[in-house]
Every structure is written in C-alpha cells, then in structure tokens.
Nanobody
Framework: QVQLVESGGGLVQPGGSLRLSCVAS????????MAWYRQAPGKERELVAR???????NYGDSVKGRFTISRDNAKNAVYLQMNSLKPEDTAVYFC???????????????????WGQGTQVTVSS
C-alpha cells in the first residue's frame, strides 16, 4: 500500500511564504516523476510544478519565478517552496508521484500513479 502524506499548508498573508512537503511510504519501485498540482474551488486541477528523475523541472506559468520544487530521493520526498504568495494561489495542493515504466505516447505518465489527500493553502489578509 503506497501512501503520500502532504504537510505544510495553512493560512498566509499575501506576499508570504510556505513550504509544502510530501513523503511517499510503502513499496514504490522506480519513482520517476514527483509533482504538485492544485485545485481551486470551481476550477480544474492544474499542474503547479513537476520534476523527473532525470533532473528536468517544469512549472505552471502562474508560479514561475515564485515557486521552487525539489526532491529528496533517499526519503521519497518532494517539496514545494512557495514565495510571494498571492490570493489566487489559494487552493488545495496535491502531491503526485509517477513510478514504473513510462506509458507509450506520453512524456509524463507512468504505469503507476499515486496521489496525496491534499493540503489546503489559503492566501488572505
């Protein structure tokens, strides 16, 4: 049984910072992708940032220059440092892990996909 446990969410004022953490436990072979998504009320889930085992990273346009994703492979952990937070960053943030072989025809989809339960981030004065 694989579990992803997120932490670090909360209430922060505009311009503030938060650091999200996600640790994967259980038996996971060959973690390739670690990513963060978010979903605001009434909106679709969107990519925030992702990092692959090869070292490449991608960010959503709205967070470029403000958020930084990092990972600790030894701990099966991924982090999201969020700076200069804005009210529009308010959402539930989900950790995502892709493991095993890559699915044919896709760049960032893998045979095994796991999701965390989500952590609320609220940016408000």
């Amino acid at each position: 049984q694989v579990q992803l446990v997120e932490s670090g969410g909360g209430l922060v004022q505009p311009g503030g910072s938060l650091r999200l953490s996600c640790v994967a436990s259980g038996t996971i072979f060959s973690i390739n992708l670690m990513a963060w998504y978010r979903q605001a009320p009434g909106k679709e889930r969107e990519l925030v940032a992702r990092t692959t085992s090869g070292g490449s990273t991608n960010y959503g346009d709205s967070v470029k220059g403000r958020f930084t994703i990092s990972r600790d492979n030894a701990k099966n952990a991924v982090y999201l440092q969020m700076n200069s937070l804005k009210p529009e960053d308010t959402a539930v943030y989900f950790c995502n892990v892709g493991a095993g072989p890559k699915l044919s025809g896709y760049n960032f989809r893998y045979k095994y996909t796991y999701w965390g339960q989500g952590t609320q981030v609220t940016v408000s004065s």
